[in-house]
């Protein structure tokens, strides 16, 4: 049986980085765009807690603040001030089937 990647070997993967930033407050290691960061989440969502996706993408949000990955240019911890304001409603509108049937 294939282990799972852990949610950190998905974002490292998808900004082609070999490890996570050491300081990740002031070294960046990558960008993504925020459908990537929904796309991690419905991979994740068997081991996510999260009862909505817009929870589980916070999860990931947070995970890639904590490894030095910024999301559309912006800290992810402004992109989770965006999802909570609503701004990302519509990109998430698009992928709640994938996420309903994941």
Do not use: C, N
Not at 30 to 38: Q, R, T, W
């Amino acid at each position: 049986m294939r282990i799972k990647p852990t949610t950190t070997e998905l974002l490292l993967k998808a900004v082609k980085a070999e490890e996570p930033s050491g300081d990740p407050a002031h070294k960046k290691i990558g960008d993504l765009p925020f459908e990537k960061i929904v796309e991690i989440a419905i991979e994740k969502k068997p081991d996510l807690q999260a009862k909505s996706l817009k929870a589980a993408v916070k999860m990931i949000l947070s995970s890639a603040r904590s490894i030095g990955v910024t999301v559309d240019g912006k800290d992810p911890k402004v992109v989770i001030g965006e999802v909570d304001k609503g701004v990302y409603d519509e990109v998430l509108a698009r992928y709640e089937g994938s996420w309903s049937s994941a």
